[in-house]
């Protein structure tokens, strides 16, 4: 287990814990049970103050926790059938960006992400979840596809936002994303975005102009980093913590705005506790919305999906 910062006294109880029980394991005679079950239950009672009333930028550290599950988690474990599509027929295919066909609960469908990678070699290839706008264009390719075939569209979002290096905004970084937050509000079949972590500018923004916009309770969605925000506003990023709470990036948050849709609900001490009943969490959610498109026309799906966008600046001032 990979702890956070705040989170140091339960990995220094939960420590005491496991070595008890290693000794007891070298040394049979030793009775530290009923001690370690202390442990356990005092561990518990404190993961469960820790994540009670989390502020904005813990929430920010939970969302980018290296081991909560990330888009290929969740490709592996609920689609099947999956085949990779790659390529934005132009330039290159930017792994940052990962898609193709599948089925959900054998429904066919067009599943799009961003992956940020789980070790360091693929964190490198995945450029950390950050695309190019090859990749937006990738995205831009397969809704088409989507729009072809009828399928519905399933995006998983996780980024920081879009790489800003020379090269990407050489061939037209800005130009992508709005072209691939475009064809979200243009495609004529049900567009559903989960934020499963960061939801980071408009690199997520490209991917969650969505029908229905689900966030993890324990993700975030803004308009920039916390850092990002504080180093403007302040001209000092260690005031993140400052930043974060102005933002408004929380899922719960967000939810009271309108900007997105359900909040699904997330594993004591969040999704890297439960990477398996988060992914399950995840799924049902899916299947449940998807359902609610069966029948709707195109145009009445892009009516509706328009109007929604159009209203929510109404929402914001309301709340």
């Known amino acids: 287990m990979n702890y956070l910062e705040f989170e140091k006294p339960l990995a220094e109880i939960e420590g005491k814990a496991a070595e008890l029980r290693a000794m007891a394991q070298t040394s049979p005679e030793m009775d530290v049970e009923k001690e370690a079950e202390a442990l356990d239950k005092k561990a518990e009672q404190l993961l469960n103050d820790l994540y009670k009333n989390l502020s904005p930028w813990r929430k920010c550290q939970v969302a980018r926790h290296q081991d909560r599950p990330h888009c290929k988690d969740y490709i592996d474990a609920l689609f099947t059938e999956y085949t990779p599509l790659a390529g934005d027929r132009n330039f290159a295919d930017d792994h940052a960006i990962m898609g193709g066909l599948a089925r959900l609960n054998d429904r066919p469908v067009v599943v799009i992400g961003q992956e940020k990678g789980s070790d360091t070699k693929s964190r490198i290839e995945r450029n950390f979840g950050m695309a190019r706008p090859e990749g937006y264009r990738k995205a831009i390719r397969l ?177």
């Open 143 to 319: 809704m088409d596809l989507a729009a072809r075939f009828g399928l519905p569209v399933i995006t998983l979002v996780d980024t920081p936002g879009a790489y800003p290096g020379k090269g990407a905004e050489e061939r037209g970084q800005a130009e992508a994303i709005a072209r691939s937050t475009e064809k979200c509000l243009q495609v004529g079949v049900p567009v559903i975005s989960v934020i499963i972590g960061e939801g980071g500018s408009g690199g997520a923004v490209a991917l969650a102009t969505a029908d229905l916009i689900l966030m993890l309770e324990h993700s975030v969605y803004s308009v920039i980093t916390p850092e990002g925000c504080a180093s403007i506003l302040w001209k000092d990023s260690e005031k993140m913590r400052e930043a974060a709470e102005a933002m408004r990036l929380t899922a719960q948050d967000l939810l009271k705005l309108g900007v997105i849709d359900s909040i699904i609900s997330e594993p004591r001490g969040g999704a890297q506790r439960d990477r398996s009943g988060t992914i399950a969490s995840v799924g049902k959610a899916l299947d449940e919305m998807l359902a609610k498109f069966d029948g709707q026309t195109s145009d009445a799906l892009i009516k509706a999906r328009r109007q929604k966008y159009l209203d929510m600046g109404k929402k914001g001032l309301a709340a």
